[in-house]
């Protein structure tokens, strides 16, 4: 049997307060891994809260970040902060998202742009930051989704967003092979966060009848496979999109 040991490594996990992002913190620091939980400063404060939270459940080797993911000098200063307090950035888990489901009749530019902003851009923003500290023997996973090869109805923007970052993965695989760190994308299908019961419960019993394992997924299915993708494990696997969906391919 082989144990997945993180223990002296970091992560960085963008939007690691609440969901995909809980779930990885959770597993990672578990295998020990010290853990920085990125969460974007919201006026109210609610998410801070929320990412506090998060550190004080896991304990030692936690910090939480506060940064906007569109921001690539906020970004920045979250990765030398990780750097600064742990030794080390080996491990970056890029999960923050928005929704702004609309159909395309009906989508505003501005509701464009914002998942755009966030879910591809901040992709990109959050790569560039983490390379100039990620170690060699790296790895970086990036959070696809289903969506960006079914295109559902209503999301022309998280869709094309979701099908950058698959892409996007495939480019950085290749352009960081030369420091041996690795980039792999996993792509959920629906997963019971609070994203994912955000979705009427009407839409959510059609939606199931594409899915053979006849459910949705947990948070920690897909923290799990991060896991692995971060582990040594996969010390061959690079480029790659893992597609979690019970089965699902409409």
Not at 116 to 133: M, P, Q, R, S, Y
Request: proline share 2%; glycine share 10%; with cysteine.
């Amino acid at each position: 049997m082989h144990n997945i040991d993180l223990s002296n490594k970091t992560a960085i996990i963008t939007g690691g307060g609440q969901g995909i992002g809980k779930a990885a913190a959770v597993v990672l620091h578990g295998a020990g891994a010290n853990v920085v939980i990125n969460y974007f400063p919201d006026p109210e404060g609610a998410n801070q809260s929320i990412a506090e939270a998060t550190v004080a459940e896991l304990g030692e080797r936690a910090m939480a970040f506060g940064a906007d993911v569109r921001d690539l000098e906020k970004m920045t200063e979250m990765s030398g902060a990780a750097h600064e307090k742990f030794g080390s950035v080996d491990i970056l888990v890029n999960n923050a998202g928005i929704l702004r489901d609309r159909s395309f009749k009906k989508m505003s530019g501005q509701e464009w742009q914002d998942v755009i902003d966030t879910n591809l851009t901040g992709v990109f923003n959050a790569c560039k930051a983490g390379v100039e500290h990620l170690a060699e023997n790296g790895a970086i996973v990036n959070v696809a989704s289903l969506s960006a090869v079914t295109g559902f109805f209503g999301q022309a923007n998280y869709a094309s967003a979701k099908a950058g970052v698959i892409t996007l993965t495939k480019v950085l695989s290749k352009e960081l092979a030369r420091k041996n760190i690795r980039v792999n994308a996993v792509a959920p299908g629906v997963v019971m966060t609070e994203m994912g019961e955000s979705i009427p419960e009407e839409n959510r019993k059609i939606m199931l009848q594409n899915v053979p394992l006849n459910r949705f997924a947990q948070p920690n299915e897909i923290a799990n496979v991060i896991l692995f993708l971060v582990s040594d494990l996969s010390s061959y696997v690079t480029g790659q999109t893992i597609h979690v969906n019970g089965g699902w391919w409409a």
